[in-house]
C-alpha cells in the first residue's frame, strides 16, 4: 500500500533555531500533499497545501514566512519552521493521496514532535 | 459552520463490546467522501474505512463498518467486539470533491477507551 514517509520523528533544538521537516512518497507520485500541526488533545489543523513545482497554499492565518514550504519534485515536500520559538513545538503530520480515485485515502507520515526550548 | 461534528470527546466501551462513534458532516456538494482514521497515543494517522457519497451499501472492513445516513449527513463508525488496541483517538473526515488538491476537514476527534 501507499506509504510516507517523514522524518525526522522528533526534533529538540534551541529558540531561534530553523528546522526542517520532510515528507516523502515512498511508492507513488504525489503532485500535491498536505501539512498539518496537531496540539495535545486537539484534531489536525491544515496548516498548508503543498504543490509540486509552485507555491503552496496557506490557511488562513498561517504565517508563510515562519513555515516555508517546498514541494521540489513528485516525491519529497518540505517543511521550515523558521527561527523557531517555544510556540512552535507541536506535532506536525503531512499526507498525500496516491491518486485521484474516489476512495483513495490521505496516507500520512508517522509525524514529527517539535519541541523547541 | 463546522463541516465535521463529532459529538463525543470521549467514549468507553467494555472489551468485547460494540461501540459506535458519531459523525455528522456538512456539505452542499454531491459528490464528496467520508473517512475514518485511528490516531493511537504514538501519533500516527491509521486509515479505517471509507465511504463514498454515491455508494448504497454501507461500507465495512473487517469489525469496522459505517452507518451511513444520507439525508441525515451522518457517518457513525461502529467497532464491534471491541479489543483493547482498539483504545485511541478516532477521527471522521469530509472530502469534498475527488482530486488530489481537495482537502480534508478533520472533525474534533473522540477519544475511546476500551476497559478489561
Known amino acids: 500500500g501507499a506509504v510516507v514517509s517523514q522524518h525526522p520523528s522528533w526534533v529538540i533544538c534551541k529558540s531561534g533555531t530553523s528546522v526542517k521537516i520532510e515528507c516523502r512518497s515512498l511508492?507513488?507520485?504525489?503532485?500535491?500533499m498536505f501539512w498539518y500541526r496537531q496540539f495535545p488533545k486537539q484534531s489536525l489543523m491544515l496548516m498548508a497545501t503543498?504543490?509540486?513545482?509552485?507555491?503552496?497554499?496557506?490557511e488562513q492565518g498561517v504565517e508563510k514566512d515562519k513555515f516555508l514550504i517546498n514541494h521540489a519534485s513528485l516525491t519529497l515536500s518540505t517543511l521550515t519552521v523558521t527561527s523557531a520559538h517555544p510556540e512552535d513545538s507541536s506535532f506536525y503530520i503531512c499526507?498525500?493521496?496516491?491518486?485521484?480515485?474516489?476512495?483513495?485515502?490521505?496516507?500520512f507520515g508517522d509525524g514529527t514532535r517539535l519541541s523547541i526550548l | 459552520a463546522q463541516k465535521i461534528t463529532q459529538t463525543q470527546p470521549g467514549m468507553f466501551v467494555q472489551e468485547k463490546e460494540a461501540v459506535t462513534l458519531d459523525c455528522t458532516y456538512d456539505?452542499?456538494?454531491?459528490?464528496?467522501?467520508l473517512f475514518w482514521y485511528k490516531q493511537p497515543s504514538s501519533g500516527e494517522m491509521i486509515f479505517l474505512i471509507y465511504?463514498?457519497?454515491?455508494?448504497?451499501q454501507n461500507a465495512t472492513e473487517g469489525r469496522y463498518s459505517l452507518n451511513f445516513q444520507k439525508a441525515r449527513k451522518s457517518a457513525n463508525l461502529v467497532i464491534s467486539a471491541s479489543q483493547l488496541g482498539d483504545s485511541a483517538m478516532y477521527f471522521c473526515?469530509?472530502?469534498?470533491?475527488?482530486?488530489?488538491?481537495?482537502?480534508?476537514?478533520f472533525g474534533s476527534g473522540t477519544k475511546l477507551n476500551v476497559k478489561p
Open positions: 499526507s498525500a493521496r496516491d491518486g485521484e480515485a474516489s476512495n483513495q485515502p490521505q496516507h
Open positions: 465511504q463514498g457519497s454515491y455508494d448504497e
Open positions: 511508492d507513488f507520485q504525489a503532485t500535491t
Open positions: 456539505t452542499s456538494d454531491q459528490s464528496y467522501g
Open positions: 503543498s504543490n509540486e513545482g509552485s507555491k503552496a497554499t496557506y
Open positions: 473526515a469530509m472530502r469534498e470533491g475527488r482530486y488530489n488538491f481537495n482537502k480534508f476537514y
